[in-house]
């Protein structure tokens, strides 16, 4: 059985991955097969994360899918196709643009991890560069605006899930949470799961205190234990079992 932080977990390793060139040769068509390396690939990323974990969806092939508008009609037909996200969800976009080949299907498939207080969404992506274009790049952190090209979210068969929303975030560095409205609320979850922060509680300061608790929690997940608060450990706060 697969929990959402063992997904995320691998899609964390993976940060930083490229093509070959500008191919679309890359690790996750390798792995794929069916003669698809070289193609988009960032269902075939997603696709890895979940297998990896333990999660099989089959919904092309025992690995996955590659495709992303075969993606988005099998979750909407499993009944597990939602409009307001939770971590670890499949989120779908259509650009609306006058590249697609498919108007109003699928273009481009990642994970979302969180929502800003700015009315974005952060998300881990495969085959994304930094100009945000749906073909080419890495995997690699991406904020967008949650607008119009968000089509819906496929939410994995995980043995773990949350009742509600996550807090908004303040902060847009993902590598590390640094407001200290953003620490508060961390520490205070972290307060509710068991965690000592000693005589300053939830003081909204990352001091030494908070740093050896979230070494300790991104050991316990099987995260980079780095000390620093990235936006993976955050939302694991709420996320983790």
Not at 151 to 164: D, S
Not at 192 to 204: E, I, K, P, V
Request: aromatic share 14%; proline share 4%.
């Amino acid at each position: 059985m697969t929990n959402i932080n063992q997904v995320l977990q691998i899609a964390q390793q993976e940060l930083g991955v490229k093509e070959l060139g500008n191919s679309n040769i890359v690790k996750y068509g390798d792995w794929y097969g069916h003669d698809l390396n070289g193609q988009s690939w960032c269902a075939m990323f997603v696709s890895y994360c979940l297998s990896g974990a333990g999660l099989q969806t089959y919904i092309e092939t025992e690995k996955g899918f590659h495709y992303t508008p075969n993606g988005a009609k099998w979750f909407q037909e499993q009944k597990r196709w939602f409009k307001d996200p939770l971590p670890g969800d499949i989120v779908f976009f259509d650009w609306q643009n006058e590249t697609d080949l498919i108007p109003g299907a699928a273009n481009h498939v990642a994970f979302f991890i969180a929502k800003t207080k700015k009315g974005q969404i952060i998300t881990i992506d495969g085959n994304n560069p930094p100009d945000d274009k749906s073909n080419g790049g890495e995997v690699r952190y991406q904020i967008r605006p949650f607008d119009f090209t968000v089509m819906g979210f496929g939410r994995p068969a995980y043995t773990n899930t949350i009742a509600e929303p996550l807090p908004l975030l303040n902060g847009t560095n993902l590598f590390s949470l640094t407001t200290s409205e953003d620490i508060r609320v961390w520490q205070k979850r972290m307060i509710a799961r068991g965690y000592d922060f000693g005589t300053n509680s939830a003081d909204g300061v990352f001091g030494k205190r908070s740093k050896k608790v979230l070494e300790e929690f991104q050991q316990k997940l099987g995260f980079k234990v780095s000390g620093v608060l990235d936006v993976l450990s955050w939302q694991a706060a709420w996320t983790a079992i």
